[in-house]
């Protein structure tokens, strides 16, 4: 089940997206809908829900952290003085 809301299956959804997302769902739940009901009226199943109430937890600047983000560095980076290291061992 896919969602044109969201972008579809395997879509990034932006951090604003996201927080909109839990805000509905919350209002949802609050009015006393079921958690799984209020996920797919959005499109979402209730495992992503879980996942970004977790990394917004994490997050509380809520920066967006993923792929190609400003601020995104690899963990494993390699940087200028250890590539030309890496150049002259080889």
Same mark, same amino acid.
């Given at each position: 089940?896919?969602?044109?809301?969201?972008?579809?299956?395997?879509? #990034?959804?932006?951090?604003?997206?996201?927080?909109?997302? #839990? $805000?509905?769902?919350?209002?949802?739940?609050?009015?006393?809908?079921?958690?799984?009901?209020?996920?797919? $009226?959005?499109?979402?199943?209730?495992?992503?829900?879980?996942?970004?109430?977790?990394?917004?937890?994490?997050?509380?600047?809520?920066?967006?952290?993923?792929?190609?983000?400003?601020?995104?560095?690899?963990? #494993?980076?390699?940087?200028?003085?250890?590539?030309?290291?890496?150049? $002259?061992?080889?």
């Amino acid at each position: 089940m896919g969602s044109f809301l969201l972008g579809g299956r395997g879509r #990034l959804t932006s951090a604003f997206h996201r927080r909109k997302a #839990l $805000e509905l769902i919350g209002e949802a739940h609050a009015a006393g809908a079921g958690l799984v009901r209020a996920c797919s $009226e959005i499109g979402i199943c209730l495992r992503t829900l879980k996942w970004w109430r977790k990394a917004l937890i994490a997050d509380s600047d809520c920066h967006d952290r993923g792929k190609g983000s400003p601020g995104m560095t690899p963990f #494993l980076k390699v940087t200028g003085g250890d590539r030309g290291y890496s150049l $002259e061992k080889s």
